[in-house]
């Protein structure tokens, strides 16, 4: 009897299992209390409860219909629960039952990302020892410390050349101009876009003169740029040794160093990067911005006059990165389009523009977003290049309404996706600061919620941050420095189904872990160099639309942006009830944006909670007042939201966002 019993409750169990499969997919970092929020569910059914620290329930939401989702092979609800507007730390349920607990509103929601994300590059840096009053546990000696590399026969020169600093590459320790080029490029922009936030923000780096933080860290890498020009004008492709470094730590590793190739793209990113620089770095140091001006001119003189040396595979007896290019036009276009910027100089000016994304490999979306925001200088080619960026956007801001809530395709999913994304949310943010469209911002923000959790392997794709993050990447310093926790702030490559890496373990492969899926064939192994490996060029954009969306909701516009793109963080506070901002920037509201607070519900029950319901496309939403919200003192200035309004409420007085009396 005793043993029949035992076998009925395993059955039960079984026979329940289904009602506790559903998950819950989220931003593992958080989200702003006054932003746009969202969830996507799979497996489950019923409304979504989202329950405070006290056990309360505070919002439940009908999630959207469900949508398939080609590149994950599911089926997925969407969950709008963007009237979630008290900071704190929440769980999520389901019919009883909780799928997970670890939901966090909060303001400055992705500030310590911007500051890792960022920081990783001091981590990169060649030829200076880490500190560990800078570095903490991941302190190091100094890697490459010898200045002398060796001129390899496929530049068409003999001797040496004296390059130090710079970042290294990726897991390994190459330094790459091309891709030094897109990096380099992303940052500086996030610099100039974003001059007033970024002068004063700081995460611990050792300082460079008066520099702001991030222009101290590019200019680390500028510096090992300017050193691979030629007297000639022409740059040298790459900076490393013949072959791969073993898994060994940047001083030990001592392969002699070659400077490789001298190819036309590489010197036009050069000439971009360079001129870009010379007009951010006027104001803290006009002779270095001089310096920087002149090698980006001689560098596009040699351009013009080499158009054809393309580096187009390695040499021989040569393995490390290649990253070829037949055809240097894009580049040609970008490089002219920040030389005309910065000096006027109308033979410079190029056309053309581009409706695709960039990557290391083609850089005309660059000169697009350059011609787009610049358009006193670039007039009807502005025009173009604004329609291209919107066309694109446009298909973006449309994926990211269905399956996951991503933006990107399946086919999206190639070596380094994370990269990819990023990317597309930088193309979406330009969106946004030309028109102050909020789906533009919406579908920004989405991506970042992809990066940083809300995706099918439920995990951050971040190193050391949210509640599921990779422990293992392909990263050689992270590996052989002895500290089981990688160096924080890395994006990995992320999923991708190419399995380039899949093989042998004897040649530092991986056993097969694809699923047939684009967006789950991911492994977290040190040897999955295709899915787990990190480089400059992934973390730049990271860093950019996180730094950006920062910037944002701290006041800050581009120069350039429409009106209104500027927005204002809601400050988190112990209540539902957000006090009025006595900031001049006024945030962009609508009603699926600014969050319902509390002190919205009117009542005098003597119940725990009053409920007030109202509609969405997404279904049903109920909001949950806890008492203690609702006894606030009614002297206190309160942001209120009413009939898709948003206002401020003092005395009994209503004032719009200006501070103007509401009649």
């Known amino acids: 009897m005793k043993n029949h019993a035992l076998k009925s409750v395993a059955l039960a169990a079984l026979v329940a299992a289904p009602a506790f499969a559903a998950t819950a997919y989220i931003n593992q970092i958080g989200y702003r209390p006054g932003d746009f929020k969202e969830l996507a569910l799979v497996?489950?059914?019923g409304s979504v409860d989202f329950v405070n620290a006290a056990g309360q329930v505070v919002l439940s939401v009908t999630p959207k219909a469900a949508s398939y989702w080609d590149a994950s092979g599911q089926n997925v609800q969407l969950v709008d629960f963007s009237k979630l507007a008290e900071a704190g730390k929440y769980s999520i349920k389901v019919n009883g039952n909780v799928l997970r607990s670890d939901l966090v509103v909060k303001s400055q929601t992705y500030e310590d990302i911007v500051k890792a994300s960022i920081k990783w590059f001091y981590y990169q840096r060649a030829s200076m020892a880490l500190e560990s009053q800078y570095a903490g546990k991941w302190a190091r000696a100094a890697g490459h410390t010898n200045p002398t590399a060796e001129l390899h026969n496929s530049t068409g020169a003999s001797g040496t050349i004296n390059s130090s600093k710079g970042w290294y590459d990726a897991g390994d320790y190459g330094r790459y101009i091309v891709n030094s080029g897109i990096t380099t490029y992303t940052l500086l922009s996030l610099y100039e876009h974003f001059p007033q936030y970024f002068k004063t923000l700081k995460w611990n780096i050792p300082a460079e003169g008066s520099l702001p933080d991030l222009l101290a860290e590019i200019k680390y890498n500028l510096d090992w740029m300017l050193t691979m020009q030629a007297s000639d004008g022409g740059v040298y492709h790459k900076l490393t040794s013949l072959g791969f470094p073993g898994d060994v730590m940047p001083a030990a590793d001592n392969s002699k160093l070659y400077a490789i190739g001298k190819s036309t793209a590489g010197t036009f990113d050069f000439a971009a990067v360079m001129a870009m620089a010379s007009r951010i770095y006027k104001p803290f140091d006009a002779?270095?911005?001089?310096?920087?001006l002149e090698a980006a001119k001689k560098a596009y003189a040699w351009g013009q006059q080499n158009p054809s040396r393309n580096y187009l595979a390695n040499p021989s007896d040569v393995?490390?990165?290649?990253y070829e290019n037949d055809n240097p036009n894009d580049e040609k276009v970008l490089a002219g389009t920040e030389l005309f910027i910065t000096t006027g100089d109308a033979s410079y000016k190029q056309s053309g523009s581009s409706e695709y994304v960039s990557y290391w490999g083609d850089v005309m979306g660059l000169a697009t977003y350059e011609k787009a925001t610049h358009q006193a200088q670039f007039g009807g080619d502005a025009n173009e290049a604004k329609q291209k960026i919107l066309g694109t956007a446009d298909n973006f801001a449309n994926r990211?309404?269905?399956?996951?809530?991503?933006?990107?395709?399946?086919?999206?999913?190639?070596?380094?996706?994370?990269?990819?994304?990023?990317?597309?949310?930088v193309w979406l943010l330009h969106a946004y600061y030309l028109t102050g469209e909020q789906k533009y911002y919406k579908a920004a923000v989405k991506v970042l919620d992809y990066l940083l959790g809300k995706n099918p392997l439920d995990m951050s794709f971040v190193t050391g941050y949210g509640s599921k993050s990779p422990k293992m990447p392909h990263h050689r310093p992270s590996t052989s420095d002895n500290i089981e926790e990688p160096i924080p702030g890395m994006l990995v490559g992320g999923p991708?189904?190419?399995?380039?890496?899949?093989?042998?373990?004897?040649?530092w492969k991986c056993a097969d872990y694809r699923t047939g899926q684009a967006a789950t064939a991911y492994t977290d192994q040190r040897c999955s160099y295709a899915t787990n490996e990190v480089a400059i060029n992934w973390n730049a954009p990271l860093a950019y639309l996180a730094g950006a969306i920062e910037a944002i909701n701290s006041g800050y516009a581009p120069e350039f942006a429409a009106a209104g793109v500027a927005k204002q963080d809601v400050p988190a506070s112990s209540s539902s009830e957000a006090p009025a901002s006595s900031s001049s920037s006024v945030p962009q509201s609508s009603s699926s944006e600014v969050?319902?607070?509390?002190?919205?519900?009117?009542?005098?029950s003597s119940s725990s909670e009053t409920v007030a319901s109202s509609s969405s496309s997404q279904g049903t939403i109920a909001i949950h007042a806890p008492v203690e919200s609702r006894m606030m003192r009614s002297t206190q200035p309160r942001l209120r939201f009413d009939d898709q309004k948003v206002f401020i409420e003092k005395n009994g007085k209503r004032f719009d966002l200006k501070g103007h009396r509401i009649k």
Request: glycine share 14%; proline share 2%.
């Open 43 to 45: 497996d489950a059914n």
């Open 287 to 292: 002779t270095y911005a001089s310096k920087c």
């Open 319 to 322: 393995s490390t990165g290649a």
């Open 400 to 425: 990211a309404e269905k399956g996951f809530g991503v933006v990107m395709a399946k086919d999206d999913f190639v070596w380094g996706s994370n990269a990819v994304a990023s990317n597309q949310g």
């Open 496 to 507: 991708q189904p190419g399995g380039e890496d899949v093989g042998s373990a004897a040649e």
């Open 595 to 604: 969050a319902s607070s509390s002190s919205a519900i009117s009542g005098n």
